[in-house]
């Protein structure tokens, strides 16, 4: 308890995931500044993908984030520092400017198990360029230890500054994540470790703190829970938690009654039955969300026979 | 993990405080039957108190429990127990029959810690009529250690079968709930321990999982986490994570699909920021119940700065 933290809030990133980024800039600035206010060290302000590499056809401007358009979104960068998250594959290392002429501090690069050494690749360029970097292993509820242990290799020898523990799918628990935790400071004792966590059986923040008391020094969240499907831990309860001095819960409290009530009207995340049921079953949550879109939606019994009968087709019919 | 657990499913009794039982008989036998296919061990259906000793103007069978009527509720008893819960002060002891001619299987006896010597000598009497019994010490954040320890003196030696670690405020976070029982299963290792948590900060699900690890054999939670204010810790997530052989889920879900949801639009329990802020200051839900039933209930900056300023009036203003 009580080593130093950071709080990376990734209301925009992983909240974009629900409503397919549709925040204005309003929304994206008052965010911005209430977080600073709030003393929370890191917004993660979308992904760096690329338009061309996602075949985009609709400007998408908090998933193909721009260097010029974010310094119109911000034109006072203050003490919170900015990143953002791109994937293996849909990024272009074309598209990222040095990091002196970026509004950008960090990158992290998320990655499953099978392709840490592109993610280390990507790592490696963006450090060059000056940037902090991450590497977010998903889904690791599912990962064999032999897996990891040689992927950990790799990571030892890269120049990421932060390796993260991210339970994609919501379906680990305090027992896990301090196992993990454990595993991942043993093995890589020279890298700074971080948790990115879910909620679908309300362990997120629970999750988050056990990581913290073993290690963790990047704990991301997101306002209100924000998030893909169940959504991430709450950034307003470790601001709550944490007794640091600078933290401030106000600011926090301020968004969430300024914008966040209203979105939760209009975008649907957090505990709700099907993305528990994918949670306890350790399974992605995109059987459940495209079933909450279906005239099914609240058919908890229907949808847990069809996930947990395996001869039955679980997509939710088109209607 | 895995030591031999009961869940007792408290969501009349403790939901109750959410909507002035306003139960229907067919919701509560739902309730009973579901609970009981899904293997839940124990159904708190309401409080055993007087209505005399609380003046009651009107009737309110899940408040006042009677026998007769909890006999035509349910017709045939399974393999689900049933208990009610008595406050000091508020139960006559002439109300209660003999275990063998009630369908009562349980009495919990609630108190705050300055009460317990007159909390078991309800539990005596209790216990004398046949019943299985527990002492639930509230407001457990709030004790000091050597009040506990003399408290546990009168424990010791009393002939009561569980004692309750209660979190009313939902304040408590996984390493105080362990710390908890760790002192009650060195202090009290002739009885059966128990833990009810709230979930104000998301925690009640945590706590619930740490206290069984520690020794708790006797769980509480509500269906759908209906309970006071934040509500408790969900049956059904109680349920989806104990591997039990005899535990189902489906039938949960079921009375979650049937009754819950609309339930839920008709009352408020769960994560609600007002909830949130009275859980981190470790303080009694009431203050935030009653801001949430006056036209301020959205603004959580104000309640903050109500309930965090000392020389400020903390009760809303009547609208």
């Known amino acids: ?70 310094k119109e979104v911000i ?3 203050k003490y919170t520092k900015l990143s953002a998250l791109v994937d293996i594959g849909r990024v272009d290392p074309n598209d990222i400017l040095p ?4 509004i950008l501090d960090m990158i992290r690069v998320a990655c499953y198990i099978r392709e840490v050494d592109k993610g280390l690749e990507l790592v490696e360029l963006f450090h060059d360029l000056g940037y902090e970097t991450t590497l977010n292993i998903m889904a690791l509820s599912s990962v064999p230890e032999k897996q990891l242990i040689e992927a950990f290799e790799m990571v030892k ?10 339970d994609s799918f919501g379906s680990l628990d305090p027992a896990d ?5 454990k595993k991942f400071k043993e093995m890589l004792p020279n890298k700074q470790l971080g948790i990115h966590a879910h909620n679908n059986m309300q362990l997120a923040f629970a999750n988050t703190l056990t990581g913290w008391r073993n290690g963790a020094t990047f704990l991301d969240s997101s306002v209100y829970g924000m998030g893909r499907a169940a959504g991430n831990c709450h950034t307003e ?19 969430i009654e300024k914008h966040m009530l209203d979105m939760r009207k209009k975008w649907e995340w957090g505990y709700i039955i099907p993305y528990m049921i994918s949670g306890v079953l350790n399974e992605h949550p ?10 099914d939606r609240d058919k908890y019994v229907e949808f847990y026979d069809k996930v947990t009968t395996p001869e039955v087709a679980v997509a939710p019919a088109a209607k």
């Not at 990091?99 to 970026?102: D, F, L, N, T």
């Not at 020898?157 to 991210?166: H, K, L, T």
């Not at 994540?177 to 935790?181: F, Q």
Request: glycine content about 6%.
């Open 286 to 295: 995109r059987v459940a969300m495209a079933y909450r879109k279906s005239e």
């Open 157 to 166: 020898n890269s120049p990421v500054d932060v390796v993260y523990v991210v």
């Open 99 to 102: 990091r002196e002429q970026s």
């Open 237 to 255: 309860l470790l601001v709550s938690y944490i007794q640091k001095a600078k933290y401030d819960l106000k600011p926090v409290l301020g968004i």
């Open 177 to 181: 994540i301090e196992h993990l935790m």
């Open 75 to 77: 034109p006072e960068k």
């Open 1 to 70: 308890m009580g080593n130093k933290c950071k709080i990376l809030d990734c209301t925009i990133r992983d909240g974009g995931l629900v409503n397919n980024w549709d925040f204005s800039v309003g929304f994206v600035r008052d965010l911005y500044y209430g977080l600073n206010e709030a003393g929370v060290e890191y917004m993660e302000i979308g992904y760096k993908n690329s338009p061309k590499l996602l075949n985009a056809t609709e400007p998408n401007p908090w998933r193909y984030l721009d260097d010029n358009f974010l």
